[in-house]
């Protein structure tokens, strides 16, 4: 069965450090990659996404991500981190015939000024 | 092009009620995903609907349901709430489902007392 993986709980930055967050999945075929966040009460917002390609994506907001299928990993990264960035955020696979997102555990983001 | 949006926000019931949450797709989109999210469980799926039709159900009890309108609309209804109902109820939708980025609404808050 697939799932994912976010192996930090907790992330805490200083605004304007460089942010990587971490994300493995476990999935038999060509694995449809995404990157959320979530702001408290709100909705996922749809960072960026791996479906073929470049192993390297852009998302929005200056976030990028890796792909890396010998470490099944799919790291988000951003070089300088702003407090509006402070959220939760979720690495999904998608699976179930392609229909269902299968989500990680999320990783909450603090910023410190 | 307007979003996801979800109705009603916000609800409170009691245990042994019912309830009926609504969720209206970014125009052009036939599928319909619905999420429940909670601080133990996490972000986990429900079903999904296409063209009327559910094509893939989570691992939830049969209390749990939805539908589908022509106009793509959905609705899920749980019934005989439980206080491990109480949730952020989120619908997604996309294209056609397979291999698509799905886009989610604001969510709906479900406490039950």
């Known amino acids: 069965a697939q799932s994912v993986t976010q192996p930090d709980i907790h992330i805490t930055v200083s605004e304007g450090a460089s942010l990587e967050l971490r994300c493995n999945y476990s999935?038999?075929?060509?694995?449809?990659l995404f990157w959320y966040v979530q702001s408290p009460g709100q909705g996922l917002q749809l960072l960026l996404k791996?479906?073929?390609?470049?192993?390297l994506v852009q998302g929005i907001k200056g976030f990028e991500a890796e792909f890396k299928r010998s470490q099944s990993s799919f790291n988000l990264r951003k070089p300088s981190v702003h407090w509006s960035d402070a959220a939760e955020y979720f690495c999904?696979?998608?699976?179930?015939?392609?229909?269902?997102?299968?989500f990680g555990s999320g990783t909450q983001l603090t910023v410190l000024p | 092009k307007a979003g996801v949006t979800q109705t009603p926000r916000y609800l409170i019931k009691t245990r042994g009620q019912q309830v009926t949450l609504s969720c209206s797709p970014i125009?052009?989109?036939?599928?319909v995903s619905w999420y429940q999210q909670t601080p133990g469980q996490g972000l986990q799926f429900l079903f999904e609907y296409f063209s009327e039709t559910q094509r893939n159900k989570g691992n939830f009890p049969g209390r749990f349901s939805g539908r589908q309108f022509s106009n793509s609309r959905s609705e899920m209804n749980v019934s005989t709430l439980e206080l491990g109902d109480s949730a952020l109820y989120l619908c997604?939708?996309?294209?056609?489902?397979?291999?698509?980025?799905?886009?989610f609404g604001p969510g709906t808050r479900l406490t039950v007392l």
């Open positions: 999935y038999g075929a060509t694995p449809y």
């Open positions: 999904a696979v998608l699976s179930g015939s392609a229909r269902q997102l299968t």
């Open positions: 997604a939708s996309s294209p056609s489902g397979d291999y698509n980025e799905q886009f």
């Open positions: 791996y479906f073929s390609g470049d192993t």
């Open positions: 125009s052009g989109h036939r599928s």
